[in-house]
């Protein structure tokens, strides 16, 4: 079962930001959190990831809170084309299997 | 293009009808996923090859399934005496090594009538 929390619907207005929450209560220290998205008829495109200190990069930055039982993923200046599912994946770095587990994660629809 | 590459992109077979769909990860990663994904859900997992190595198959629903890596470069996910359950879109992703990011293809909707 996936790890993670995340609503299952969202809106945004063009050009604000999205900010995506996801809670992942049960994380373990070696766990890093992940962010995919899909968009329709395509397959999961990879965004970002972190383990506890922000990041960010050319698509989005992610927070994640002290105790890392939460996370943000925000789209600075959200547009048409970032209308899609997102995922938010809690997965491990050390023995385990390499798999993802996604759960439902939220649909982002932005709106014009 | 440098992505992952899946073919076909639509597959239809009657029931009872063996299928292979084929995944071209990206040139030089070691490591290979299938997921299956039913309408309306996330992906789920079904095996994991680490070069021609299937180090994980604990996703795969039936012994109907079988997937293979020969080459450690192309994979191809085989499905026997197809079901109507079978019908999904099968997603093939590829990653540079241990516990790196997952590239994904656009997958292979199946349809199984």
């Known amino acids: 079962d996936a790890k993670t929390t995340q609503p299952p619907s969202m809106d945004c207005a063009e050009g604000r930001a999205a900010n995506l929450p996801c809670n992942h209560s049960?994380?373990?220290?070696?766990?890093?959190v992940y962010w995919y998205r899909q968009i329709h008829s395509q397959g999961p495109q990879y965004i970002i990831h972190?383990?506890?200190n922000n990041e960010t990069n050319e698509m989005a930055s992610l927070i994640i809170t002290e105790d890392r039982k939460s996370s943000t993923l925000i789209l600075p200046h959200a547009t048409l084309r970032d209308t899609a599912v997102y995922y938010c994946i809690v997965r491990g770095t050390q023995g385990g299997s390499e798999k993802l587990v996604f759960g439902k994660g939220t649909k982002l629809t932005v709106n014009p | 293009g440098a992505g992952v590459s899946q073919s076909p992109r639509y597959k239809v077979a009657k029931r009872g009808q063996d299928v292979a769909l084929r995944c071209d990860p990206i040139s030089g990663h070691v490591s290979l996923f299938w997921y299956q994904q039913a309408l309306g859900q996330g992906p789920e997992f079904l095996t994991y090859f680490q070069n021609e190595a299937q180090l994980d198959k604990s996703g795969l629903p039936s012994d109907r399934f079988f997937a293979e890596r020969p080459e450690g470069s192309v994979s191809t996910l085989k499905i026997q005496r197809t079901q109507q359950e079978d019908s999904a879109v099968y997603l093939c992703?590829?990653?540079?090594?241990?516990?790196?990011?997952?590239?994904f293809g656009d997958g292979t909707r199946l349809s199984i009538l």
């Open positions: 972190g383990l506890k």
């Open positions: 049960t994380i373990s220290g070696n766990e890093y």
């Open positions: 992703a590829s990653s540079s090594g241990t516990y790196q990011p997952q590239h």
